[in-house]
């Protein structure tokens, strides 16, 4: 399992070690573990005053130390936060404390562009398998999720851009057409925080364009939000990227995610489940 500290432990983000001990040992009473925890940069003390780059280290220690204790392996952080100078400073934690820093790319962060190439320099510069990508495959969607699709009609979305969403997700000019709505105050309030996902969440990459990544990369999440796939709009990436995979020898971590719990009601074991299976023979196909 992933875990999200800030969510689950009240001490955060200076973790107590009781606190993270009844979380491990009652897992384990299950037969579950943590794998990978999902850490917390707070960038600011207030709003107006940044934390220094010591701040920002001491921030960060308590998770490391927790995640050890919990038993994962990895923690994870967004892509380019903590920047070249907290990396070097975090680099020999990691060792001391048997950790992988995972940085995690998704969604719209192509791998060119301008916003994320920097940061996968770093990384790179470092040359230390402690410290190295995470890549979600958000980035990669040939067409958007038809049960999102009906949720944003559903909350006013106009049928002439949701008919260009569903037909011509990877065009340009549709891009321009989210932009211009938002920017006109278009976007029907309540379902303003699900419209953005159409700038942040979802992709337009193809698994081709992760070539360059593959030798900084540790982890893949493969992530869903419906399994509705018209069309292979779920499993036509995930072959892609098995046969990207398989070219280049990886060997790191694959692992179902699920994201349209935002506005599905299915139950999370059976969805998870489900895409496992269609994962696994997608996978292979490729």
Do not use: C
């Not at 995470?134 to 009609?153: C, F, H, K, R, T």
């Not at 065009?171 to 700038?199: E, K, Q, S, Y």
């Amino acid at each position: 399992m992933e875990l999200e500290p800030g969510l689950v432990w009240r001490s955060f983000p200076d973790p107590e070690h009781a606190e993270v001990d009844a979380l491990r040992d009652a897992l384990a009473g299950e037969g579950g573990r943590i794998s990978i925890v999902g850490a917390s940069l707070d960038d600011f003390m207030s709003p107006t005053r940044r934390r220094t780059l010591q701040e920002r280290l001491d921030f960060l220690v308590p998770q490391l130390v927790a995640a050890r204790r919990v038993g994962a392996g990895g923690v994870r952080l967004p892509l380019g936060q903590a920047g070249p100078q907290l990396l070097a400073l975090v680099q020999p934690l990691l060792h001391d404390l048997d950790l992988v820093l995972y940085e995690e790319v998704q969604g719209q962060q192509a791998p060119d562009s301008p916003a994320v190439a920097p940061a996968l320099e770093a990384i790179a510069a470092l040359g230390d398998r402690r410290i190295r990508v995470l890549v979600d495959i958000s980035m990669l969607m040939p067409a958007l999720p038809v049960s999102y699709l009906e949720e944003l009609g559903k909350g006013g979305v106009g049928p002439d851009l949701l008919k260009r969403l569903a037909e011509e997700w990877r065009d340009p000019a549709t891009a321009g057409a989210i932009h211009a709505l938002l920017r006109a105050g278009g976007v029907p309030p309540r379902i303003h925080t699900l419209f953005m996902n159409l700038l942040i969440r979802f992709g337009r990459s193809e698994a081709g364009d992760l070539q360059g990544i593959l030798p900084l990369a540790g982890a893949f999440h493969l992530k869903f939000w419906d399994l509705d796939d018209d069309g292979g709009r779920v499993s036509q990436p995930l072959r892609d990227l098995g046969g990207l995979l398989s070219r280049n020898g990886f060997t790191g971590t694959l692992t179902s995610e699920w994201g349209g719990h935002e506005w599905l009601g299915d139950d999370p074991t059976d969805m998870t489940r489900r895409h496992l299976a269609l994962a696994e023979n997608a996978l292979a196909g490729g």
